[in-house]
């Protein structure tokens, strides 16, 4: 099977293309900088460098392929940043697409359960959850419009499966992406952590899944590729045991949130660049992203390992590869 995977050097692109090669797949990586980047390195794969926004690029692939893996994104967690999210996560995808189309394969499209609804700790959400809640920041908007350029392909006949991951943890995070939150924590924890949560999983397992799909998945078809459900508060104090280190005291009450929000608000505007805590980001972590992946357990044999598991793997890899200092 030859698969094209977007986003190769990312976490969960270079996750899916390492496991990929392990199974016999013949893979092409696409990314701006595939042919020098040592995500990719020392592995066997065919290299393209690529721009997922301008299809020239992208046209340059030769030969049949079974599947695409469209899994680049623009990721930005604020207000900022916008018309480059909307154009890089809405044209790239439709650019995506149009090599699938063109190769007659399989799509594969990573979404993130950030597009969905909200459910409640009581009931966490699945891919049928009415309602929305989400945050309208840079993120949210620019992946819902990526996702309904799919949408419109599968109305018109594209073989396509969406895939909904959670926030996930673990090796190959080269950027790093979500390893920056332990970065930021290997020092040990602020005394105040958000007060939401996430649906933790692990990028090996999300890869697995995904593969699973291109073979087994129907037409059409959506999972959400989550994990488990964890208080932010909890998952930072898990980090910090990791490390040694000591623990946040609480989480992050009404007018400390304001306050946080309203100062990286104020910095951006001062500086021109907008700081990863800004109000978009501390209203997103203060809402229960908990989700249900039992649609993707029953049909396509998704195991969640446990997050321990994946946070001291995500450790032990950034050492090994002098990322934790």
């Known amino acids: 099977m030859r698969i094209a995977v977007t986003g190769a050097t990312g976490l969960l692109g270079n996750n899916v293309t390492r496991l990929a090669i392990d199974r016999g797949y013949q893979v092409v990586g696409i990314s701006r900088n595939a042919s020098n980047a040592i995500a990719l390195g020392d592995l066997d794969v065919e290299k393209l460098d690529a721009d997922i926004t301008h299809w020239d690029s992208l046209d340059t692939l030769k030969g049949r392929f079974d599947a695409v893996i469209h899994s680049a994104a623009h990721i930005h967690i604020g207000w900022s940043q916008r018309d480059e999210g909307i154009h890089t996560n809405e044209s790239g995808t439709r650019n995506a697409v149009r090599l699938a189309q063109k190769h007659q394969a399989r799509f594969i499209h990573v979404s993130t359960v950030n597009t969905l609804a909200i459910g409640s700790q009581a009931h966490p959400a699945d891919e049928q959850t009415p309602g929305d809640g989400q945050v309208p920041c840079t993120y949210v908007v620019s992946k819902r419009a990526a996702e309904q350029c799919v949408h419109q392909a599968i109305a018109k006949g594209l073989d396509a499966v969406i895939v909904y991951p959670g926030f996930m943890l673990g090796p190959w995070d080269w950027k790093p992406s979500s390893g920056r939150m332990i970065q930021d924590l290997r020092n040990g924890a602020p005394p105040l952590a958000p007060s939401g949560g996430c649906s933790i999983c692990d990028p090996r397992d999300v890869a697995t899944a995904m593969l699973a799909a291109i073979e087994h998945a129907p037409a059409g078809s959506r999972y959400v590729l989550a994990g488990e459900n964890w208080s932010y508060f909890q998952l930072w104090q898990e980090i910090a045991r990791q490390f040694g280190k000591r623990a946040p005291w609480t989480y992050l009450r009404g007018p400390g949130k304001f306050l946080a929000g309203t100062a990286g608000d104020c910095l951006g505007k001062i500086t021109g660049k907008e700081p990863l805590v800004n109000s978009a980001a501390i ?9 249900s992946s039992q649609r993707a357990i029953d ?26 200092t």
């Open 299 to 324: 049909q396509l044999g998704y195991r969640i390992r446990p997050v321990q598991e994946s946070i001291a793997d995500a450790i032990g890899w950034m050492r090994k590869q002098n990322i934790l």
């Open 283 to 291: 209203a997103m972590s203060s809402q229960y992203h908990w989700y």
